[in-house]
T-cell receptor, first 116, second 115 residues
Framework: ETGVTQSPTHLIKTRGQQVTLRCSSQ?????VSWYQQALGQGPQFIFQ???????GRGNFPPRFSGLQFPNYSSELNVNALELDDSALYLC???????????????FGPGTRLTVL | SQKIEQNSEALNIQEGKTATLTCNYT??????LQWYRQDPGRGPVFLLL?????KEKRKERLKVTFDTTLKQSLFHITASQPADSATYLC??????????????FGKGTHLIIQP
């Protein structure tokens, strides 16, 4: 059974640019969530996708958007990058909805984004 | 606003002793509380989940308690080992049925087990 994978591992962008981060869910999981983790902080919920539809969103602006594909892999897109977007971006998959009974989250290793 | 507080300072424990980590929350009525372990540069790893109607949960050397009156969870590691050194995150989840609010995490407690 393959775990959650993310790419790239590290990324450096400049302010104003756009970035796409990718995630492959654990086999059999139909829900994927994205989190932003700043240095020294806990992960913050960005949004969740369930069966290719956005199913919940945290307090992040619309320039953070995502997609989930039929094979349950996912993308996080961030437009007009700001310095404060520098963080570890974590993808997590689960077999059910994050708010449902089976809401153990399986996290990937993350993508470290640096915005200069 | 919702707030989750964990020991902000690092917790130093001698090998073999019991480590106890605290998670307090305010303005929140979680259906579930979870604990994760995170090593430097890696994603969190799920450890235990406890429901609002459960008082205690155990898994091997780990024990979690959940007091909804005190709005507090305690996480215990018995017979601690240097390999237990990591950051431990507390996370709350509402039961939102068909919707999803994601998990709300605390900042984590950095645990150091000294040989």
């Amino acid at each position: 059974e393959t775990g959650v994978t993310q790419s790239p591992t590290h990324l450096i962008k400049t302010r104003g640019q756009q970035v796409t981060l990718r995630c492959s869910s654990q086999s059999g999981h139909n829900t994927v969530s994205w989190y932003q983790q700043a240095l020294g902080q806990g992960p913050q919920f960005i949004f969740q996708y369930y069966r290719e539809e956005e199913n919940g969103r945290g307090n992040f602006p619309p320039r953070f958007s995502g997609l989930q594909f039929p094979n349950y892999s996912s993308e996080l897109n961030v437009n007009a990058l700001e310095l404060d977007d520098s963080a570890l971006y974590l993808c997590a998959s689960s077999p059910g909805l994050a708010g449902g009974p089976d809401n153990e989250q399986f996290f990937g290793p993350g993508t470290r984004l640096t915005v200069l | 606003s919702q707030k989750i507080e964990q020991n902000s300072e690092a917790l130093n424990i001698q090998e073999g002793k019991t480590a106890t980590l605290t998670c307090n929350y305010t303005n929140y009525s979680p259906a579930y509380l979870q604990w994760y372990r995170q090593d430097p540069g890696r994603g969190p790893v799920f450890l235990l989940l406890i429901r609002e109607n459960e008082k205690e949960k155990r898994k091997e050397r780990l024990k979690v308690t959940f007091d909804t009156t005190l709005k507090q969870s305690l996480f215990h590691i018995t017979a601690s080992q240097p390999a237990d050194s990591a950051t431990y995150l507390c996370a709350l989840a509402p039961y939102s049925g068909g919707g999803a609010d994601g998990l709300t995490f605390g900042k984590g407690t950095h645990l150091i087990i000294q040989p």
